[in-house]
T-cell receptor, first 115, second 115 residues
């Protein structure tokens, strides 16, 4: 299995809702990432998990809450989002080798619309 | 942190001609430089990457060159085909040290192949 799987593919939520995005990989990768991508813009790094521990948080607002239950799963919990948070949310994984940088494999993303 | 500049933002070439996209980076500690292709509505897909101990890498019609001294790297696509039309992102590792550091992306180049 060489895929990073994200669910749901599309999500529409109100500003008072609570929802979660899910990401799964079975490649044995020990680093997992959340990126946010607005239309016609590059992906922007949000969070990095390394060996199930949060290693990087790029000053993301607390209405986004990541969780890594195990080495194969990564969640992003959403609460009280704003319309400007509407974007494509991409999950990615890599082997996490201390010997050098490793290739990132991206999931298909969740297209989020906040009303 | 790392800053990646990418040019041009849009590139239109005739089918069969070559296309060149250029990027510069700011952090001399960066040592991994991948290129991603993203078609409309799809995930970014890695097409080629290069590490700082290599000056050039080629894979069929695609090649990447790296000049560490000048801190710039370029993507070369030869014999362009209609299916090469997409947005291309360059990226650089944003931090020194271990593998799970995430990537900083350039703003992207919309490559249009004219029939």
């Amino acid at each position: 299995d060489t895929e990073v799987t994200q669910t749901p593919k599309h999500l529409v939520m109100g500003m008072t809702n609570k929802k979660s995005l899910k990401c799964e990989q079975h490649m044995g990768h020990r680093a997992m990432y959340w990126y946010k991508q607005k239309a016609k813009k590059p992906p922007e790094l949000m969070f990095v998990y390394s060996y199930e521990k949060l290693s990087i948080n790029e000053s993301v607002p607390s209405r986004f809450s990541p969780e890594c239950p195990n080495s194969s799963l990564l969640n992003l919990h959403l609460h009280a989002l704003q319309p400007e948070d509407s974007a494509l949310y991409l999950c990615a994984s890599s082997r996490n080798s201390l010997g050098g940088k490793e290739k990132l494999f991206f999931g298909s993303g969740t297209q989020l619309s906040v009303l | 942190g790392e800053n990646v500049e990418q040019h041009p933002s849009t590139l239109s070439v005739q089918e069969g001609d070559s296309a060149v996209i250029k990027c510069t980076y700011s952090d001399s500690a960066s040592n991994y430089f991948p290129w991603y292709k993203q078609e409309l509505g799809k995930r970014p897909q890695l097409i080629i990457d290069i590490r700082s101990n290599v000056g050039e890498k080629k894979d069929q019609r695609i090649a990447v060159t790296l000049n560490k001294t000048a801190k710039h790297f370029s993507l070369h696509i030869t014999e362009t085909q209609p299916e090469d039309s997409a947005v291309y992102f360059c990226a650089a590792s944003g931090y020194s040290g271990g593998g799970a550091d995430g990537l900083t992306f350039g703003k992207g180049t919309h490559l249009i192949i004219q029939p």
